[in-house]
């Protein structure tokens, strides 16, 4: 009696600790780190896929969501900056195709990355469904291995982080989870005008991985010298990171100093030379094939107002550039020769700079 007794109340607690225990997670549900779907069953309405890109973004919309429309410029300017470097976008809307062509033709060129119909919602039900997302819009960044590194709103910082330190192959999900509230901290400390925590901050997240967070130690540089006012401090930072960055052999941090150093909007003032600096170790340390230092050349030499050398360096960008990417670069050297025609600039695409509402809007994927 005495086991049974024993072996009865065994048994119950067990059942009781398997009721209340949590439930198991579901490794079928799709997730930051699962290997991305494959892409069928659409009809694209403009483009075609793309068998080999470096990054993929699966984005799903609609032509009758506003937040929808309010991220489409967004999302075009980041892929007119970075389609050059290996990146396709793919609008994926459950509509009729009748619904979507109108709309695309009244963008007006506003919306010129890859547009499909998925009216069998296959790969709603590959993607959305399968991640537990309800809500439009909503991006899926997929980078190397077909791994899937960011599902969320394409108008988060954090969208157009992944995208484009994934094109350089450096972009690490589970430490920029981590860094998420420290850089919550900084930003809100930057708000006070607390810049001695702001910096802190900056450093911690900067610690975890320099070479992942070096757009983190580049936007200090940012706060530095526009909200703190420390040209003196920004210039030795700037200088830091510049040599940092050129033992390294980062050509992608150099890239996105130099564009920071010499027209980004977000920063006081300019310093052209450190830039053309930046630029010159780019060049020295890509591969011969690459055009992404000529463009960068360019650019600078652009801000300084010398538009011979402007054309120059980007006609060797068009040359040097993959089949499927110089129609971006013939685009800003158009822009280029307009200038030198007219001697004075014009405007230029520029790489994206994200704008990011407080909250950005969702709507449920039926409408409703």
Not at 345 to 352: F, L, Y
């Amino acid at each position: 009696m005495k086991i049974s007794t024993l072996t009865r109340f065994a048994a119950a607690a067990a059942a009781i600790a398997l009721a209340f225990a949590a439930p198991a997670q579901d490794e079928s549900k799709l997730k930051v780190g699962s290997d991305a779907p494959a892409i069928e069953g659409l009809e694209f309405v403009q483009g075609e896929l793309n068998a080999t890109p470096k990054v993929r973004v699966v984005e799903f919309w609609a032509t009758w969501c506003g937040p929808c429309r309010q991220s489409i410029p967004h999302i075009n300017e980041l892929y007119q900056a970075n389609v050059s470097k290996g990146l396709e976008v793919i609008g994926i809307s459950d509509e009729p195709r009748t619904k979507v062509e109108p709309f695309i033709r009244q963008q007006a060129g506003r919306m010129t990355y890859t547009v499909a119909c998925d009216t069998e919602k296959k790969m709603s039900q590959a993607f959305m469904q399968a991640a537990g997302k309800s809500s439009i819009p909503c991006a899926f960044v997929i980078g190397q291995n077909n791994k899937i590194v960011y599902i969320g709103h394409p108008m988060e910082d954090e969208f157009a982080r992944a995208v484009k330190l994934s094109l350089q192959g450096r972009y690490d999900p589970v430490l920029s989870k981590k860094a998420e509230p420290v850089l919550e901290a900084a930003h809100k400390a930057v708000k006070s005008r607390n810049f001695k925590d702001a910096y802190k901050r900056y450093d911690e997240v900067i610690a975890l991985d320099p070479a992942v967070f070096s757009d983190v130690a580049i936007e200090k540089y940012r706060v530095m010298l526009t909200d703190a006012k420390d040209t003196v401090g920004a210039k030795a930072l700037a200088e830091a990171l510049l040599k940092g960055f050129v033992e390294t052999q980062d050509t992608g941090a150099l890239h996105e100093l130099a564009i920071t150093l010499s027209s980004d909007p977000r920063v006081a003032t300019y310093d052209n030379d450190l830039a053309m600096r930046c630029a010159e170790a780019m060049l020295k340390g890509a591969a011969s094939g690459d055009p992404t230092p000529h463009a960068t050349l360019a650019s600078v030499w652009y801000a300084k107002g010398d538009f011979d050398k402007a054309v120059d360096n980007q006609k060797k960008a068009v040359r040097v550039a993959a089949p499927s990417a110089k129609g971006a670069f013939k685009t800003t050297l158009a822009a280029y020769e307009l200038a030198q025609k007219r001697g004075a600039k014009v405007q230029v695409p520029t790489a994206a700079v994200p704008t990011t509402p407080d909250k950005p809007a969702t709507v449920p994927a039926d409408g409703h």
